[in-house]
């Protein structure tokens, strides 16, 4: 099993900038298998979308409505990824989910609790 644990939700005005952190942990064998990990969103009466992701080599995944503005990235010796969200926007708030893949799956197999991100105009 992986726990993953997000931290770095609050409240800023538009145009501010926040930075998400997860941290992985669980058994290594659990964690070597992760391929992909990522950042999902759910506002209010909305379902829950893809804003970015990165694989275990890096690559980057962005969801149109954050390119430019979101950045992630990871720290592999701290099983880390990390949201750099910029020019926030009111329509970013939501509840931020982290996500993790095990290799030859479809979908997310790990999720965390979940940061609210709160943007004021």
């Known amino acids: 099993q992986v726990q993953l644990v997000e931290s770095g939700g609050g409240s800023v005005q538009a145009g501010g900038s926040l930075r998400l952190s997860c941290v992985a942990s669980?058994?290594?064998?659990?964690?070597?298998?992760?391929?992909?990990m990522g950042w999902y969103r759910q506002a209010p009466g909305k379902q829950r979308e893809l804003v970015a992701t990165?694989?275990?080599?890096?690559?980057?995944n962005y969801a149109e409505s954050v390119k430019g503005r979101f950045t992630i990235s990871r720290d592999n010796a701290k099983n880390a990824i990390y949201l750099q969200a910029s020019s926030l926007k009111p329509e970013d708030t939501a509840v931020y989910y982290c996500?993790?893949?095990?290799?030859?799956?479809?979908?997310?197999?790990?999720w965390g609790q979940g940061t609210q991100v709160t943007v004021s105009s």
């Open positions: 996500s993790a893949k095990r290799s030859g799956s479809s979908y997310p197999n790990y």
């Open positions: 990165i694989t275990s080599g890096g690559s980057t």
């Open positions: 669980g058994s290594i064998f659990s964690i070597n298998v992760i391929s992909l």
